[in-house]
């Protein structure tokens, strides 16, 4: 047996044999069951759904694909607070956009802080509900939104061809299980706090019918399960101006002019 130090010396040597050895390991986690990534999944899914509020912190990465073919990557961070069934606000932070959405079960804002504008419309029903209001009819997504539904499971494997467990991850020092998951358009990875309080820790999205293969990354760092009894009042800056929702200008994380190639879940 050849010792490290030999291959080392022979690098085309130790880089098959590491390549080997990770495709080897890849092929070990995916002969496992699905049903047991379905299972993990589903337990997360039931524990976030217990809980009637919720705030976490989080840093997210969407990358994109330029007209010269050239992958870029820009990063936001921010929080989101629920209190269930209808209360909602959520802010991302980046090097082009600051935006809030603030809902308290009868009013949505949405604070466009660089634009120093606001917009607010009467709305009634359950912030999962909004969800699916802003998402469709606005173009406005509250980041990670889908993972704080009370049926996150049933989302999640809507279209779900194929499951797997990867194996065990560290995140922020925290052991978590590693999933995967593939339908048509995209391929998806989630990586679930190990133990009692199933937490999910990590977010991953590839975009497979798009040159390069963007991803949208979400990391979740501080996650609580108590919300301040004012968190979703909104207060407005005085020297912000109130207009119509419509005339409110691009809020996306991703400035103008850049090709958008990263999927949001």
């Known amino acids: ?44 899914s039931d524990y976030v759904a217990s809980k009637k509020a919720i ?54 804002t949405v604070n466009n802080k660089d634009g120093k504008d606001y917009a607010q419309i009467e709305v009634a029903g359950t912030t999962e509900e909004l969800i699916d209001v802003l998402r469709e009819n606005h173009g406005v997504v509250a980041p990670g939104a889908d993972l704080l539904l009370t049926n996150v499971f049933n989302v999640m494997m809507n279209d779900v061809v194929e499951a797997s467990v990867i194996g065990k991850g560290v995140i922020d020092g925290v052991e978590c299980d590693h999933l995967a998951f593939r339908n048509l358009e995209t391929d998806w990875q989630i990586w679930i706090e190990s133990g009692a309080k199933p937490i999910p820790r990590k977010y991953v999205i590839t975009s497979k019918g798009i040159g390069e293969a963007p991803q949208y990354t979400l990391r979740i760092k501080e996650w609580k399960t108590d919300v301040a009894p004012d968190a979703f009042t909104f207060k407005a800056d005085p020297s912000f101006k109130k207009i119509a929702l419509g005339e409110m200008s691009d809020i996306d994380e991703v400035p103008q002019g850049t090709t958008k190639a990263g999927e949001k879940k």
């Open 1 to 44: 047996m050849k010792k490290l130090h030999e291959l080392i010396r022979r690098p085309g040597v130790f880089i098959s044999t590491v390549l080997a050895t990770s495709v080897w390991l890849v092929c070990q986690a995916s002969a496992q069951a699905g049903g047991d990534a379905e299972k993990l999944l589903k337990s997360m």
């Open 55 to 108: 705030s976490v912190t989080y840093d997210s990465d969407i990358e994109v694909i330029t007209s010269r073919l050239q992958k870029i990557q820009f990063t936001s961070s921010g929080q989101v607070q629920l209190s269930r069934p209808d209360k909602l606000r959520a802010t991302r932070t980046g090097g082009y956009r600051d935006v809030e959405i603030v809902f308290d079960g009868k009013m949505l």
